[in-house]
């Protein structure tokens, strides 16, 4: 068994303490906008943050994760008013497949609420999830624009 | 959306005039190439692409899939262009196999592949739009009793000019669906389209935001359990044993069964719980001969067709071994391209519910219709008491089209629990270790010039694997894989864009236990390294500029001589370039589109490059939408890029050694250039999107690595000489 606090609702969670946090948000709370990639914390796409920092939860046992605040991509949106990373992917229309984008948007917030105004030097730094589609483009023109809303 | 949950998928799909209260089904004469008429010859009235609600609700039928590429949209665009309906109000939904198969293939191809979405269904697609707007207007002309001639429709509003009365398509959707359908209906000339060639807005955006969209990883069913897979890490072994008793007492397991003569699976409450006890459950592999296949065997016997006598042959003129042998000068070079394996963020997953009645499958695919044959074939079951429904995919590149093995393989494990759905996912290591790999290909070429330094003659020696052979046999031409030629051919879709006096390019057919498939692109990944990077080492060796040198080739081939102009053009070639910075240039003819890009690269140390900017260059015919099709020549070049200095599947005891993204890397945001696209559409034919500009990357930075160093790497990927992308 743990508690999680996810989204703002603490809930008791029973697994193994061992197992990734990734799929007790998966599969037991039910949350799939988090999404497995390679389960060894290479492509980002398991991002949620923890506390406010971006953290691949696929390989981060559940146990690491008791106590703190989580937040998944279907948390990030303040009901149904949009974030503004989410804004800015929408309006620069980031997403091709969008497999990767739940755990991009969430890297991209964590590193907006640390840097407001990064450089692409920072972003090339901090932004490493692996998208496949190669929308790379717009993540970066989407970065900018989300942080001068 | 159609796309969201299966559940509600499968109700909303009504069909015909029955469906009173959720919409109207408008019955179309769809027509098809001459194979698919003969298919449904004699068929009842279709309803096929276009529902509309009384609330004015459009619903546009899409058969091919969505798996980012945009098809989605732009199949929209094309029906809602004749339809004249409101864009705002337009919707989109998969039509199932099941239901296609039933209404005589209404739907025509589900294939999504080879870069064909939009190009080989424009024409049906677009009358479908066109027949329902006769319809509906025709319907309103009734109910007026006026002449149709009278009235006309714009924005789904139906208006009698003479008298200025109004109607909308929701209000005489029920009537039009019952009026005879007209003949082949004229479509509209290119220059009064509205809504093809607008940047509209992606239909499918907002989901993917939120984590709402569904994909097939993400797929909840009553009772469904979770299993893992395990298939014999060397292709064609089996399975000798396996202890199940070591794991049936852990927490959440179900079942622990054999799948097909190669796998095992375990079954479990949850995949967490599947997974550990699969990685704790001991099985001994029967791994049989192919154990003894290795990188440096399969690059051996390559290596021996690139001089053999036997060769299919594909294009030729002139003499070339005249021509080689009475040259001047000749050069000659080697290269090799690796297998390389489409690692879609999605791993492969299909959810499979079985009974002796019916079978059921939700699976993110290119092709309904494939998979739909893998669920007949794996059930057992006939047609009518099968279906598939096509969940969205994360990722797709030419590994779930057709390739159904892990519907097989959900299929099988279903049927040993029947009336329990099971979702089958894969690890990322069973993705990576049981691909569809991009072929192997190695090339010898031999350039010949006379004393003033002019090309007399080009062998371009292929050896190497045949797709065909292993995936489509009966389309291969007296023991000739046409495929393997793509960018290489006289004409067609994939034209060779050079006129070369004496030139023969042939192929020695080389295969291996390792599967093939067909990769973003496909075969004119390496035919566009081989060709483009030795028309650039002829040049040198000719003393000329690769510009020059190319152009004076391509003076019968305007299309693909525009698109190379226009990137060096636009890049600026032949001015001075930055301090530090150098170009290289690349074409080629690719899944009917002219596909041309100038790179701009720089390098540090003598292995680390950053490649500042490509400009790149499509000639697609006809643009559906610019904004889309931007993002794909970006993201293609993403994914060429990531395979020429990163990927490569390397095989030791018949498995593929790389299991995950430490040791099959993928490019990140920093390394990414930025891209220039020039979208030059010239009109008058249909070019592909997807696929055809991923080609021209890789050789373009090659030829500007060359400019900066003087160094020709010919063996892939660049991470095999140290060199990085930065």
């Known amino acids: 068994m743990a508690r999680l606090t996810i989204n703002g609702k603490t809930l008791e969670v029973n697994v193994n303490p061992s197992t990734p946090l990734l799929w007790a948000i998966r599969e037991q709370v039910g949350l799939t906008g988090t999404k497995y990639g390679c389960g060894i914390a290479q492509c980002g796409a398991c991002t949620v943050h923890l506390d406010g920092a971006a953290v691949r939860s696929c390989v981060l046992p559940v146990a690491a994760a008791e106590g703190k605040k989580i937040t998944t991509i279907e948390g990030l949106a303040n009901g149904a008013a949009l974030n503004k990373v989410q804004k800015a992917w929408l309006d620069h229309e980031v997403p091709q497949c969008g497999y990767c984008q739940s755990g991009m948007i969430m890297a991209v917030a964590a590193l907006l609420k640390e840097k407001p105004k990064p450089t692409d030097a920072d972003i090339d730094a901090r932004i490493t999830n692996i998208c496949r589609c190669g929308t790379f483009q717009q993540v970066r023109e989407a970065i900018h624009a989300a942080a001068k809303a | ?726």
Not at chain 2, 11 to 30: M, P
Not at chain 2, 384 to 408: M, P, S, W
Not at chain 2, 422 to 448: F, N, S
Request: charged share 20%; glycine share 10%.
């Open chain 2, 1 to 726: 959306m159609i796309t969201r949950t299966p559940k509600l998928n499968r109700r909303s799909f009504v069909i015909g005039s029955a469906a009173a209260g959720a919409g109207l089904a408008l019955g179309l004469k769809i027509p098809f190439g001459a194979s698919v008429v003969r298919a449904q010859d004699g068929s009842p009235e279709v309803n096929a692409w276009v529902v509309i609600r009384p609330d004015d609700t459009v619903v546009i039928r899409i058969a091919r899939s969505e798996m980012g590429q945009g098809t989605l949209t732009g199949l929209a665009q094309m029906v809602a262009e004749e339809l004249e309906c409101d864009w705002s109000k337009v919707k989109t939904e998969y039509p199932t196999p099941g239901q296609s198969v039933k209404r005589k293939r209404a739907w025509g191809d589900f294939s999504t592949g080879g870069s064909r979405g939009i190009r080989d269904s424009h024409q049906y697609v677009r009358e479908g739009g066109a027949t329902a707007r006769i319809m509906l207007i025709q319907a309103a002309a009734n109910a007026w009793n006026v002449p149709a001639s009278e009235c006309s429709a714009s924005n789904s509003v139906i208006t009698h000019k003479p008298s200025g009365r109004k109607t909308t398509y929701g209000k005489v959707a029920e009537a039009a669906a019952k009026l005879t359908q007209p003949e082949k209906p004229t479509l509209k000339d290119p220059t009064e389209w509205k809504l093809i060639g607008k940047s509209v807005k992606r239909l499918d955006t907002i989901d993917k935001l939120t984590g709402k969209q569904v994909y097939g990883f993400d797929l909840k069913l009553p009772g469904m359990l979770n299993a893992s897979i395990k298939d014999c890490p060397v292709f064609g072994g089996k399975v000798k044993s396996y202890e199940a008793a070591k794991v049936t007492g852990m927490p959440g397991v179900r079942h622990v069964v054999k799948v097909g003569d190669s796998a095992v699976a375990v079954v479990a409450d949850t995949w967490w719980q599947a997974k550990t006890a699969l990685d704790a459950l001991p099985i001994v592999w029967d791994e049989g001969e192919n154990a003894k296949v290795s990188s440096a065997s399969i690059a051996a016997m390559l290596k021996e067709g690139l001089d053999a006598d036997q060769a299919f042959v594909a294009n030729q003129n002139g003499d070339v071994k005249a021509a080689i042998a009475g040259a001047a000068k000749k050069i000659e070079a080697v290269y090799a391209y690796p297998f390389q394996n489409h690692a879609p963020m999605e791993p492969m997953n299909a959810t499979a519910k079985y009974t002796p009645d019916r079978c059921e499958v939700w699976v993110p695919t290119q092709n309904g219709e494939a998979a739909f044959a893998a669920t007949l074939a794996a059930s057992g079951l006939p047609a009518d008491k099968c279906e598939v429904y096509k969940i969205n995919l994360g990722g797709g590149f030419g590994r779930r089209g057709a390739f159904h093995d892990y519907v097989t393989q959900a299929v099988l494990i279903a049927k040993q629990m029947p009336g329990t759905p099971v979702k089958l996912l894969w690890t990322r290591e069973e993705d990576m270790q049981h691909g569809r790999y991009h072929p192997v290909m190695q090339c010898k070429l031999v350039g010949a010039f006379d004393a003033g330094n002019n090309l007399t003659g080009l062998h371009m020696r292929l050896s190497g694997q045949s797709i065909l052979t292993a995936v489509r046999p009966e389309a291969l031409q007296q023991g000739k894989d046409p495929l393997v030629f793509q960018g290489l051919n006289p004409g067609g879709d994939f034209a060779f864009g050079y006129s070369v006096p004496n030139l023969l390019i042939d192929h020695a057919m080389r295969n291996t236990h390792v599967p093939p498939g067909f990769w973003r692109g496909v075969n004119i990944n390496q035919n566009a390294i081989f060709l483009e990077c030795f028309m650039d080492e002829m040049a040198h060796a000719a003393g000329q500029d690769p510009l020059e040198f190319r152009r004076k080739l391509m003076s019968k081939h305007p299309k693909h001589l525009a698109v190379l102009n226009a990137v060096a053009d636009r890049a600026g070639w032949g001015k001075p370039a930055p301090r530090g910075v150098y170009r290289g240039l690349a074409h080629m003819h690719s899944f009917a589109s002219y596909v041309a890009a100038c790179a701009e690269i720089s390098v540090k140390d003598g292995d680390k490059v950053k490649i500042h900017r490509i400009v790149a260059a499509t000639d697609c015919g006809y643009a559906v939408n610019p904004a889309q099709i931007e993002r794909q020549i970006a993201g293609s070049f993403v994914y060429g890029l990531s395979g020429l200095f990163m990927e490569e599947c390397t095989v030791k005891d018949g498995y593929i050694e790389q299991t995950n993204f430490n040791t099959y890397d993928s490019m990140r945001i920093a390394q990414m250039p930025k891209v220039e696209s020039i979208i030059m559409a010239s009109g008058g034919f249909w070019g592909g999107v997807g696929e055809p500009t991923i080609c021209v990357a890789a050789p373009a930075v090659l030829n500007a690595f060359f400019a900066a160093t003087g160094k020709r790497i010919r063996t892939f990927p660049l991470k095999n000489h140290g060199i990085t992308l930065v």
